[in-house]
């Protein structure tokens, strides 16, 4: 069974960081990219960062390059968050996909996994 699991969300004042983690079951990392999207209420889902586990490729929104950091160990996925800004917050969901990083990224391709969803809310 495929499963990805994001946690780490929480509350945070402006400036502030969080990590997140996006565990991941039953595929083959190397043979997918894996993203972390965002949600924030009446908005599109917008792509964050992506890595490709095979190489350690990674690629970022321009809004977050600087401040975010997606690493990857094991089965597990991270995003280092910091400098937070109330613009930031949303639900922040990791998804894997088959197509390219920067396609995943663009949402130019849907994933083919998502996980659940972790809320991050940074207070002004």
């Known amino acids: 069974e495929v499963q990805l699991v994001e946690s780490g969300g929480g509350l945070v004042q402006t400036g502030g960081s969080l990590r997140l983690s996006c565990v991941v079951s039953?595929?083959?990392?190397?043979?997918?990219?894996i993203g972390w999207f965002r949600q924030a209420p009446g908005k599109e889902r917008e792509g964050v960062s992506t890595?490709?586990?095979?190489?350690?490729s990674t690629y970022y929104a321009d809004s977050v390059k600087g401040r975010f950091t997606i690493s990857i160990r094991k089965n597990t996925v991270y995003l280092q968050m910091n400098s937070l800004r109330p613009e930031d917050t949303a639900v922040y969901y990791c998804?894997?996909?088959?197509?390219?990083?920067?396609?995943?990224?663009?949402?130019?391709?849907?994933?083919?996994?998502w996980g659940q969803g972790t809320q991050v809310t940074v207070s002004s």
């Open positions: 998804a894997a996909s088959e197509e390219s990083p920067i396609l995943l990224l663009r949402r130019r391709v849907s994933p083919d996994y």
């Open positions: 890595i490709t586990p095979s190489d350690g």
């Open positions: 039953g595929f083959a990392l190397d043979d997918y990219a």
